[in-house]
């Protein structure tokens, strides 16, 4: 049973194969091109938190947990407090060639890294305090409520002038008439004029 287990830090032998037990609870939910599972189980927060997430060749999905895999977990972390090993919260990653690692987080500890990888859902779930959840909407409904005002009170957007003739030096006095076409057509560009489509 330990030669697929790797990683196991905290975890009585004797009782990892309620682990194994409730990851291949999983096995029959999971889509068939599936990679591994990574899941992350905290039963002593209130409520009990397990978040597992399923890696594919289109990237990680959410896995929904069953009743039946918590309480496998719930019965390892009840046989670990027995034993005098507790932990909060374990980090289970089960492979498809067989490989299963555990990782637990005792009390007063922190699971370590294993350094940043690709894709990968977060191992460690903390719930959220209630002034964070409560000051992060506020802050973000003044601010657009903020961007309203400025919108609105902001100088009303007015089209760029069109293009005119720029003020040149008086032509000679044969060019008069070629420049008096020119500035009338320039005109009647300017105002839309509809007799220019016949030109």
């Avoid at 409730?22 to 189980?41: C, E, K, Q, R, Y």
Wanted: proline share 13%; charged share 20%.
């Amino acid at each position: 049973m330990d030669a697929g287990i790797a990683g196991a830090t905290g975890v009585p032998p004797r009782n990892l194969d309620l682990i194994e037990y409730a990851m291949g609870l999983l096995l029959p939910t999971l889509p068939p091109d599936w990679i591994s599972v990574h899941a992350v189980f905290a039963p002593r927060v209130v409520p009990p938190v397990a978040s597992l997430h399923v890696l594919t060749t289109h990237g990680w999905q959410p896995l929904a947990a069953t009743t039946w895999v918590l309480g496998a977990v719930a019965e390892h972390q009840r046989r670990a407090l027995a034993a005098g090993t507790p932990w909060d919260q374990m980090s289970v990653d089960r492979h498809r060639d067989g490989r299963l690692e555990v990782l637990t987080e005792t009390p007063g500890s922190r699971i370590p890294s294993r350094g940043p990888e690709r894709g990968r859902p977060p191992k460690v779930i903390r719930t959220i305090p209630r002034w964070l959840r409560r000051t992060v909407p506020a802050i973000t409904i003044g601010c657009f409520a903020a961007a309203a005002v400025l919108l609105i009170t902001a100088r009303p957007w007015v089209p760029p002038p069109r293009a005119d003739i720029v003020a040149v030096p008086a032509p000679a006095p044969r060019q008069q008439e070629a420049f008096d076409l020119l500035a009338r057509w320039y005109a009647a560009r300017n105002n839309a004029d509809p007799a220019l489509n016949h030109l």
